[in-house]
């Protein structure tokens, strides 16, 4: 079947701007999770979800960051005045259900902010 | 919070040597030790897992071992080809889901 899936590929934003980034898990995953991998480093973690609710949202860098699941399979990650520092791949990742420990991850979204 | 660090950062065998890359995690409630593979712009794909109640797990060429009790676990890639160079992630996980990966291991295998 399909794998995660994300959007856009690549986005291009000013220092400033407000920017979304989407994620469709892997059908039947309740269990999904965003990462941040910077150039030569791993994933980082950043929220969790568990179906609609966030279950872990520590590894949020600031209050600039958010993210919603409302129906319980595709999420949006939302940053708001973006920073240069924000450039990054944005990682998606899904798994069945929060205690499945296999995630599967999609082909990010590259982010960069000028 | 869990710490994983990952050694080395580069690796460069020729083919058909072995190759082993190690990671050490802080967090001794950690019981779930995903590899994963990542080739160049893409995402990151898992080669191979193990769990806190065994101590090596092993896949065709690919193993991995565990001890607990010094905190650290190693990927070993045998008779390695050229397609699998790429950059190999640790990670550890506890029950709270949150995932930590080490900082990777770019590897190299020279035809």
């Known amino acids: 079947g399909a794998g995660v899936s994300q959007t856009p590929s690549n986005k291009v934003t000013e220092k400033g701007k407000y920017v979304e980034l989407r994620c469709d898990p892997i059908?039947?995953?309740?269990?999904l999770y965003w990462y941040r991998q910077s150039l030569g480093q791993g994933p980082e973690f950043l929220i969790y979800?568990?179906?609609?609710?966030?279950?872990?949202d520590s590894g949020l860098p600031n209050d600039r960051f958010f993210a919603v699941r409302p129906e319980g399979s595709v999420s949006t990650l939302k940053i708001q005045r973006t920073e240069r520092g924000d450039s990054a791949v944005y990682l998606c990742?899904?798994?069945?259900?929060?205690?499945?420990?296999?995630?599967?991850f999609g082909p990010g979204t590259r982010l960069t902010v000028t | 919070g869990e710490n994983v660090e990952q050694h080395p950062s580069t690796l460069s065998v020729q083919e058909g040597d072995s190759a082993v890359i190690k990671c050490t995690y802080s967090d001794s409630a950690s019981n779930y030790f995903p590899w994963y593979k990542q080739e160049l712009g893409k995402r990151p794909q898992l080669i191979i897992d193990?769990?806190?109640?065994?101590g090596e797990k092993k896949d065709q060429r690919i193993a991995v071992t565990l001890n607990k009790t010094a905190k650290h676990f190693s990927l070993h890639i045998t008779e390695t080809q050229p397609e699998d160079s790429a950059v190999y992630f640790c990670a550890a996980r506890a029950n709270n889901n949150d995932m930590r990966f080490g900082a990777g291991t770019r590897l190299t295998v020279k035809p």
């Open positions: 059908s039947g995953h309740t269990a």
């Open positions: 990742a899904s798994s069945l259900t929060d205690g499945s420990y296999e995630q599967y």
């Open positions: 979800f568990q179906g609609t609710g966030a279950a872990d």
């Open positions: 193990i769990r806190s109640n065994v």
